[in-house]
């Protein structure tokens, strides 16, 4: 069971459901839902962030509507036809938040001992980009690297989160790639500089292409995730292996911030960074979520 957004041929956007192996407007079915039920002040549902903010993002109230529906018709005639144009599945987070070095060959990698607490960043909103999309390498911004992530979507607001609970503040997971422009990041930390602008040129968050319920992913903090770059594996490793685990993760961020539905936390890349170019594909993906493809250009 997967979410995702895409656009129609007259450039409206929907939400799609991608389930055993056949993908569905989720949007149609929860108009049909509505009439059915008689919900006629309940909002339509044109992406999935409405869905995480109305608390209605889950396998249980997802497999209502599907079932309901069916009940009642047949739903074969209700699907997303080919090809598709994925959207990102969360349109309006408050915040990505990211974590740097959580992975301790990663760390090394980049001449970093692991950290005793999590490192924690930003990047924008207007970064992100979605599966297919282009990633675009700025003029003089040096040596570009992928990061291949597992992002965590969070469902309601939450503050001083204990790590017991952490859980019931996830929505679901989603893939990120970090982009980052190395020189610029490492320029900036010989300066003793925010590393900010590193990570945060426009299409620098390719994301998606699904939001998955937290309740279709058998364990979290047991998924295998992957990079190629033009068929070539160069990020390969288990979100087991990560320093700070997701409900650690979750509550240490939330000792600072607020968290609110819709934020997206990037949980640490692995080892096996390396530069991209113009004219390599680039695919990331993460088992049970799905996998995020990139073009990259200048």
Not at 87 to 111: F, M, W
Not at 134 to 154: F, K, T
Not at 212 to 235: F, M, T
Request: proline share 7%; net charge negative; glycine share 6%.
């Amino acid at each position: 069971m997967k979410l995702f957004s895409y656009f129609t041929k007259d450039r409206h956007v929907r939400l799609g459901l991608e389930l055993d192996g056949k993908n569905y407007n989720f949007t149609q079915l929860w108009e049909f839902y509505k009439d059915i039920k008689g919900l006629h002040q309940a909002p339509q549902l044109m992406f999935a962030q409405l869905m995480v903010e109305m608390g209605f993002f889950n396998m249980s109230d997802i497999n209502e509507v599907v079932n309901t529906v069916s009940e009642l018709r047949k739903i074969e005639d209700i699907c997303v036809p080919d090809p598709i144009e994925y959207d990102v599945p969360i349109s309006r987070p408050q915040k990505i938040l990211c974590i740097g070095r959580n992975y301790v060959k990663h760390a090394q990698e980049t001449g970093h001992d692991p950290t005793e607490e999590p490192i924690f960043f930003a990047k924008m909103p207007s970064a992100m980009i979605p599966h297919e999309g282009s990633i675009i390498i700025p003029q003089n911004a040096g040596r570009v690297d992928h990061e291949i992530e597992l992002g965590v979507v969070i469902s309601q607001q939450g503050r001083f989160i204990p790590e017991d609970r952490a859980y019931e503040y996830v929505a679901g997971y989603t893939v990120v790639n970090d982009i980052t422009a190395r020189e610029m990041q490492k320029a900036d930390l010989a300066n003793q500089h925010p590393w900010l602008r590193s990570k945060n040129f426009d299409t620098f968050c390719p994301i998606g292409p699904f939001l998955v319920p937290h309740g279709a992913v058998p364990d979290p903090q047991n998924l295998n995730l992957s990079l190629k770059v033009n068929g070539e594996v160069r990020q390969q490793s288990n979100t087991s292996k990560m320093i700070f685990k997701i409900p650690e993760l979750i509550s240490y961020i939330s000792r600072f911030m607020t968290l609110y539905p819709g934020d997206i936390i990037a949980t640490g890349t692995p080892e096996g960074i390396s530069p991209l170019k113009p004219g390599d594909v680039v695919e990331g993906e993460v088992e049970h979520i799905g996998k995020l493809m990139n073009y990259v250009t200048t």
